[in-house]
């Protein structure tokens, strides 16, 4: 176990300051004479130790227990807005780097990590700061233990604001996707049953054939249908719904209401449960979403038939179901099992539409679904390649 040390205890092995802006230097690193190994073309330990800190991205700051900067690289010079290294080196930390923070040195002794990281020898990692100027640093804080006592914190900074500012931008983007979309909805009873309608986030043992249910996504069917909407968007924009027999209109509808009449069985995470006993038979809530969608919001018939038909295998279709909308259902019946791979599962794909033809490039922790596919709508012909 590490101990906090006294000032006067806490003495760490000196290190000569790296700065570019010392005079006559040049922006080249100082590196006294007593440094420099003898031997022709090698480089010493010090030497080294000042390359590694010279090229770092991150920012690097070294404090003693005195408080002071030991060592602090041009990155987190840079990162922080900072002066210089000869400027900062050897100065208090709250008097030069906690002003970056906040706008006095004792506001700064008191929120900043580094001090209950010398007190307690325990790291912290992935801390996240805000400048003053509105920076978002990523920030680890590492103590320096030397013969079981802690005499200084190793920080690494890394600015995070544009990462930050894209992820901001993308939860701003999904919300506002979110509001579009249940403008589309015909009305509020159709937007309770999608969010009230769970699924189930699992993994699947192909030995047993059973799944294990590892989260419960309660708004599952809401989120199922926006992802099928984003998948048929994306092959629209490569040209599908261009093909002879593919109407755009008439599938985001098929969407919009396929999973209407669907009820999921309750279950709770760890529930270990065979698949086609514990849930019900998809023609079943197909069926029911169909006559939901004629009567209740007159929906076309062809809306009508492909919903009722979504779950159902080709050779299972009656001869009444007309043949033209088969593209459109296999296209279909591709959306929906794609964006159940991208809610309950976060498959990775990619498709590439080939005229009648989609290949889907699939990465998934189910192996029925990790492989490479070419459908054609057209045909019906299916080819597929695992993914080694």
Not at 232 to 254: F, N, R, S
Not at 268 to 287: C, L, N, S, T
Not at 293 to 314: F, T
């Amino acid at each position: 176990m590490s101990i906090f040390v006294s000032s006067k205890e806490c003495a760490m092995d000196p290190v000569d300051p790296i700065s570019p802006d010392a005079p006559g230097n040049s922006g080249n690193p100082v590196v006294p004479a007593s440094r420099h190994n003898t031997g022709e073309g090698c480089l010493g330990k010090e030497d080294l130790f000042e390359v590694i800190i010279k090229s770092m991205h991150e920012g690097l700051l070294l404090i003693d227990c005195r408080r002071r900067l030991n060592i602090i690289n041009e990155a987190a010079v840079r990162i922080l807005g900072l002066e210089s290294v000869a400027a900062v080196q050897g100065t208090l930390i709250e008097e030069t780097v906690g002003l970056v923070f906040n706008p006095t040195p004792a506001e700064y002794a008191q929120s900043s990590p580094w001090k209950q990281v010398l007190e307690t020898g325990v790291p912290r990692f992935g801390v996240e700061r805000r400048t003053l100027s509105g920076k978002n640093l990523q920030v680890n804080f590492v103590p320096v233990v030397k013969e079981g006592q802690v005499r200084g914190v190793l920080a690494t900074i890394q600015d995070v604001t544009a990462s930050k500012q894209l992820k901001e931008s993308l939860i701003r983007a999904n919300q506002e996707l979110e509001e579009a979309f249940s403008l589309t909805l015909p009305n509020s009873k159709v937007t309770l049953k999608l969010k009230t309608t769970p699924e189930y986030v699992d993994v699947y043992d192909a030995a047993t054939r059973t799944i294990t249910i590892t989260d419960i996504i309660e708004d599952g069917s809401y989120r199922h249908v926006i992802n099928a909407l984003k998948v048929l968007a994306d092959l629209h924009k490569q040209g599908i719904t261009e093909q002879i027999g593919i109407e755009k209109d008439t599938l985001v509808q098929a969407i919009l209401f396929h999973d209407l009449g669907k009820v999921q069985p309750k279950a709770k995470i760890g529930d270990v449960v065979a698949p086609a006993q514990f849930f019900e038979d998809g023609r079943k809530h197909a069926e029911r979403s169909a006559e939901f969608a004629a009567h209740y919001y007159r929906q076309p018939p062809d809306v009508v038939e492909l919903i009722r038909y979504h779950h159902h295998r080709e050779q299972e279709l009656p001869d009444t179901f007309p043949f033209r909308l088969l593209p459109m259902l296999r296209l279909l019946q591709l959306v929906d099992g794609l964006s159940a791979g991208l809610t309950r599962r976060k498959n990775q794909m990619a498709f590439t539409v080939e005229g009648s033809a989609i290949v889907i490039r699939e990465h998934s922790v189910h192996p029925q679904y990790n492989n490479i596919r070419r459908i054609d709508l057209f045909t019906g012909e299916v080819i597929v390649q695992s993914i080694s």
